[in-house]
């Protein structure tokens, strides 16, 4: 099976431009968290959801968003991109995101604002 | 407010000794669990083990076990003959129930193993 994805793995966007990261969960989870790790940092929560509604919402200006699709796969969206918007996107799928769920995670993508 | 902290920047081990990884948490819900992950260079997050704020017992899973130590909030990683391939940054997490949405990680400690 495979585990969670995420595309595109590197990108590199100029200061002001929109990015939109893409994850696929493993098969049967119905949870997609969105995580932002900043280089020499623990990872900072952005979103979680479920079943397609937003469960959970971390400290992010509205400049982030997301969805989740019937297929639970999900996409971040983040506008006016800032310098400080260069980080690691890690997502992360669990079967209801709570309780004893462990969390899988995906290689990330890395995003860096010039 | 729920805290995660990791007091060990970095850690050089020598092969085949045991390592102790320490994490101090905070929180004031009765309900939480306990999470580490490694990261390697690569970049992805690995699930190691989970301990619950209710189980008796630490948690074990295979080389790595939780030293879980509720009355002083700590939540230490033990990892038992360490390997090469154990080279990595490991961070301590934590959901607490009643915000049962995100993770709190902490800050990391980059664990070195020399040959």
């Known amino acids: 099976d495979a585990g969670v994805t995420q595309s595109p793995t590197h990108l590199i966007k100029t200061r002001g431009q929109q990015v939109t990261l893409r994850c696929s969960p493993i098969s049967g989870h119905k949870s997609v968290s969105w995580y932002q790790q900043v280089l020499g940092q623990g990872p900072q929560f952005i979103f979680q959801?479920?079943?397609?509604?937003?469960?959970g919402r971390g400290n992010f200006p509205d400049r982030f968003s997301a969805r989740q699709f019937p297929n639970y796969s999900s996409e971040l969206n983040v506008n006016a991109l800032l310098l400080g918007d260069s980080a690691l996107y890690l997502c992360?799928?669990?079967?209801?995101?709570?309780?004893?769920?462990?969390?899988?995670f995906g290689s990330g993508t890395r995003l860096t604002v010039v | 407010a729920q805290k995660i902290t990791q007091t060990q920047p970095g850690m050089f081990v020598q092969e085949k000794e045991a390592v102790t990884l320490d994490c101090t948490y905070d929180t004031s819900d009765p309900s939480y669990g306990l999470f580490w992950y490694k990261q390697p260079s690569s970049g992805e997050m690995i699930f190691l083990i989970y301990?619950?704020?209710?189980?008796?017992q630490n948690a074990t899973e295979g080389r790595y076990s939780l030293n879980f130590q509720k009355a002083r909030k700590s939540a230490n990683l033990v990892i038992s003959a360490s390997q090469l391939g154990d080279s990595a940054m490991y961070f301590c997490a934590m959901r607490a129930y009643s915000s049962a949405s995100k993770i709190i990680f902490g800050s990391g400690t980059r664990l070195s193993i020399r040959p």
């Open positions: 992360a799928s669990s079967p209801e995101g709570r309780g004893r769920d462990g969390y899988t």
């Open positions: 959801y479920y079943e397609k509604e937003e469960r």
């Open positions: 301990q619950g704020s209710y189980d008796q």
